[in-house]
C-alpha cells in the first residue's frame, strides 16, 4: 500500500473487553511505532519495534497493553479488560529505518477507541 | 532523551512568515532535531529534520545555532491551510519518541 493502514478506524466497546488493533506499515519499513493520543495533546509514545523484536514498551501504561508484530509487518496492540480511560485515537506509524535519529515516521490513519 | 519547550499557540495572518522556536537544552551529540505538522483528525507529517546550521526544503527552513540548544522552524508567507499544531522533536534514533503538546498555529484571512 500506499501508506500506513490501521484497522478498525473506529472501535467502541464495552469496558471490560478486548480489543485488537491492527497497524500494517508501509511495505519494507523496519521500524514500526505505537502512540496514544488524547484530544490535544501530543502522541504518546506507547511502544517501538525493529523488524519483529520489541526494541522498548516503556511506554504502555500498564500489563493490560501488549503489543506483537510476529513476522516483522504487521503489528497488533491488544488492549485486555478494556476501561474508560483507554479511550483514545491509537496511532501506528513506521520508518524505512531505525538509526541515527534521521528517519522519517510515517503515521497511519489512527483507531478511535471508545470504551463505554 | 531531551525535553523540548515551544510555545503553546501562536497566531499569525495569510501571507506573513512565522517563525516557531523550540528550546532543547539537554540535546545530545547524536540527536537530531525533527518537526512534524498535524492536522485536525490525521497523524503527524514529517516537515523538515536538521542537525546543526540551516536547512531548507520546499515547505520551511530550519534553523539550528551552534550551540543546538534551540531551533527554529520558519514557515514563509503562510495560509491558511497551514493552521495546525507544529511539534518539535529530539530523535536518536530506533529509540522512544517524546512528541510534548505541541505549537497550535492559527493563521487569519
Known amino acids: 500500500g500506499a501508506g500506513v493502514s490501521q484497522s478498525p478506524r473506529y472501535k467502541v466497546t464495552k469496558r471490560g473487553q478486548d480489543v485488537a488493533l491492527r497497524c500494517d506499515p508501509i511495505?519494507?519499513?523496519?521500524?514500526l511505532y505505537w502512540y496514544r493520543q488524547a484530544l490535544g495533546q501530543g502522541p504518546e509514545f506507547l511502544t517501538y519495534f525493529n523488524y519483529e523484536a520489541q526494541q522498548d514498551k516503556s511506554g504502555l501504561p500498564n500489563d493490560r497493553f501488549s503489543a506483537e508484530r510476529p513476522e516483522g509487518s504487521i503489528s497488533t496492540l491488544t488492549i485486555q479488560r478494556t476501561e474508560q480511560r483507554d479511550s483514545a485515537m491509537y496511532r501506528c506509524?513506521?520508518?524505512?529505518?531505525?538509526?541515527?535519529?534521521?528517519?522519517?515516521?510515517?503515521f497511519g490513519p489512527g483507531t478511535r477507541l471508545l470504551v463505554l | 532523551l531531551a525535553k523540548t519547550t515551544q510555545p503553546i499557540s501562536m497566531d499569525s495572518y495569510e501571507g506573513q512568515e512565522v517563525n516557531i522556536t523550540c528550546s532543547h537544552n539537554n540535546i545530545a551529540t547524536n540527536d537530531y532535531i525533527t518537526w512534524y505538522q498535524q492536522f485536525p483528525s490525521q497523524g503527524p507529517r514529517f516537515i523538515i529534520q536538521g542537525y546543526k546550521t540551516k536547512v531548507t526544503n520546499e515547505v520551511a527552513s530550519l534553523f539550528i545555532p551552534a550551540d543546538r540548544k534551540s531551533s527554529t522552524l520558519s514557515l514563509p508567507r503562510v495560509s491558511l491551510s497551514d493552521t495546525a499544531v507544529y511539534y518539535c522533536l529530539v530523535t536518536t534514533g530506533g529509540f522512544k519518541t517524546i512528541f510534548g503538546a505541541g505549537t497550535r498555529l492559527f493563521v487569519k484571512a
Open positions: 506509524a513506521s520508518s524505512l529505518t531505525s538509526g541515527a535519529g534521521q528517519e522519517t515516521q510515517y
Open positions: 511495505s519494507g519499513h523496519v521500524s
